[in-house]
C-alpha cells in the first residue's frame, strides 16, 4: 500500500469580512492564530451596501460615499489596531454594493488564500429571500472559506 503524501496548505494572505456588529468579530479569534501559525497576513474588508431608497443628487451621493468610506476605513484601523497583531496586517478595504460580490471580487483580487467569516444562521423564508452572504462566498469562492456561526 502506498504512503498519502501529506503537505499542509500554503495560507500566505487571509480576508476577514466584519460588518460591524460584535458578532462579525468572532471570525478574528479564528483568523489571528491560522494567521500566526503560517505567518500570513490577514486584510478586513467592510462592504457599505448602497441605499435603495435613496433619491438624491448625483454629487450628494458621492459625497455621502466619500464619508461612509472614511468612517468604515477608520473603524477597521481601529479593529485592526486592537485585534489583529502588527506582524500579521495586511490592510484594509472598503467597497461599495452587494456583500457576497464585494467578497468574491476582493478574493479575486488580492489573491486570497483562506476567508474567515461569520455567518447569521439565517433559517427558512428569511434565508431564501435575503439570501446568505457566507453561502454565496463559500459557493463561489476561488479558495476555501471557514464559516463561523455567530453565537
Known sequence: ???????????QHLLVPLDFSG???????????????FFAKITLIHVVQPDQHA????DLLVADRIRQKDVSLKRLEELATQLVP???RG???VRFGR?????????????VDLVVMTTHARTGL?????????ERVMRHASCPVLSIRRH
Open 23 to 37: 458578532k462579525s468579530r468572532q471570525a478574528l479569534r479564528y483568523a489571528v492564530p491560522i494567521a500566526q501559525k
Open 126 to 134: 428569511n434565508r431564501f429571500f435575503m439570501g446568505s452572504t457566507a
Open 99 to 111: 456583500p457576497a460580490d464585494a467578497i468574491l471580487d476582493a478574493i479575486n483580487t488580492l489573491a
Open 91 to 93: 490592510g484594509n478595504l
Open 55 to 58: 433619491n438624491a443628487r448625483a
Open 1 to 11: 500500500m502506498g504512503r498519502v503524501k501529506t503537505s499542509y496548505p500554503r495560507i
Open 86 to 88: 502588527r506582524g500579521r
